[in-house]
Every structure is written in structure tokens, then in C-alpha cells.
Nanobody, 121 residues
Framework: QVQLVESGGGLVQAGGSLTLSCAAS????????MAWFRQAPGKERESVAI????????YYIDSVKGRFTISRDNAKNMMYLQMNSLKPEDTAVYYC??????????????WGQGTQVTVSS
């Protein structure tokens, strides 16, 4: 199995930047699709960015396009989310998630504990 730990969250002013990290351990990192999710208070969890195992397909939710960048370093078993031009509406708990590329079921199987990102107006 895969264990995921997020870090890098915190309090930042609107317009500022923050980088989130996700450290993975367990099974080989390169065979997993990875994603960042977030959940704001009182709102549904949403997928923010996805980086497939092959690196050939990426996804960003419309509201973060041009501001957020997802990346991964397979050699270090790390995934990152670089967040620029942060807005108050970006405030949420951000989660790292993983799914084996061999798993055909729906949804992500592994989740981190989450890291809080708070953007002040």
C-alpha cells in the first residue's frame, strides 16, 4: 500500500504563493496516478489537479488554471502543488491522493491527512 503525507500549508495573504508537498512511501510511486484535492468549509471535495503515472495527461480545475502547477519527482517519491496568486476562495484543506494505474475501479484509494491552506483577503 501507499502512505501519503502532505506538508507546506499555512496562512498567506491574497496574491501570495505557497508550495504543497506530498511524500509517498510504500509501493513504487511511478505506477500511481496522483492528484490534489481540496475541501473548503461547508463545500464538497473537489479535484484540483491530476498528474497521471505516465505524465502524459494533466488536469486542472478551471478556477486554478494559470495559477497552480502540479509536478512530481518519481525518483524522490514526491508530488508538489505550486500555488501562485492565491485568492481567499482557495482556502481549504488540501489532500494528496493516489491510485494505482492497474486499478480500474472508480475513485482514489489512498489519501493523505490533509494540510490547511488559508488565504486572507
Amino acid at each position: 500500500q501507499v502512505q501519503l503525507v502532505e506538508s507546506g500549508g499555512g496562512l498567506v495573504q491574497a496574491g501570495g504563493s505557497l508550495t504543497l508537498s506530498c511524500a509517498a512511501s510504500g509501493r513504487t510511486f511511478s505506477n500511481y496516478n496522483m492528484a490534489w484535492f481540496r475541501q473548503a468549509p461547508g463545500k464538497e471535495r473537489e479535484s484540483v489537479a491530476i498528474y497521471r503515472w505516465s505524465g502524459s495527461i494533466t488536469y486542472y480545475i478551471d478556477s486554478v488554471k494559470g495559477r497552480f502547477t502540479i509536478s512530481r519527482d518519481n525518483a524522490k517519491n514526491m508530488m508538489y502543488l505550486q500555488m501562485n496568486s492565491l485568492k481567499p476562495e482557495d482556502t481549504a484543506v488540501y489532500y494528496c491522493a493516489a491510485k494505482s494505474r492497474f486499478d480500474l475501479s472508480q475513485g482514489y484509494n489512498y489519501w493523505g491527512q490533509g494540510t490547511q491552506v488559508t488565504v486572507s483577503s
